[in-house]
């Protein structure tokens, strides 16, 4: 990745962390909210590098996520991959549901 690409998607995934954390929105959220707009892809950023770096932005209080709380993420990066990612994301969403009944 350039070094101007680098800092775009900084900028990008910092302004939008911002914004959710303004907004009380919770962490496994914030998250799902970050691959489904794009700002990271989850083979470049895997969830506990995106969790480690919500905590270093001043996220540490008010959530706990383990590592296994998500599978996953497909590798490829095509149409089929696409599709795989909101598989990916409904058994997240569904892990999140089954977590919070508890």
């Avoid at 995934?13 to 892809?41: C, M, S």
């Avoid at 919500?54 to 590592?67: M, V």
Wanted: charged share 30%; proline share 8%.
């Amino acid at each position: 990745m350039s070094a101007d690409l680098r800092q775009r998607v900084e900028t990008a995934f910092l302004a939008e962390a911002n914004r959710l954390k303004a907004e009380q929105i919770p962490v496994a959220k914030a998250i799902e909210i970050f691959y489904k707009t794009g700002i990271v892809h989850p083979k470049r950023w895997p969830v506990p590098e995106i969790v480690e770096e919500l905590r270093y932005r001043g996220w540490s209080s008010g959530f706990h996520i383990k590592p296994t709380y998500y599978p996953q993420p497909p590798d490829l990066v095509n149409r089929e991959s696409a599709i795989e990612l909101a598989k990916w994301l409904r058994i997240v969403d569904r892990k999140k549901r089954e977590i919070e009944a508890q």
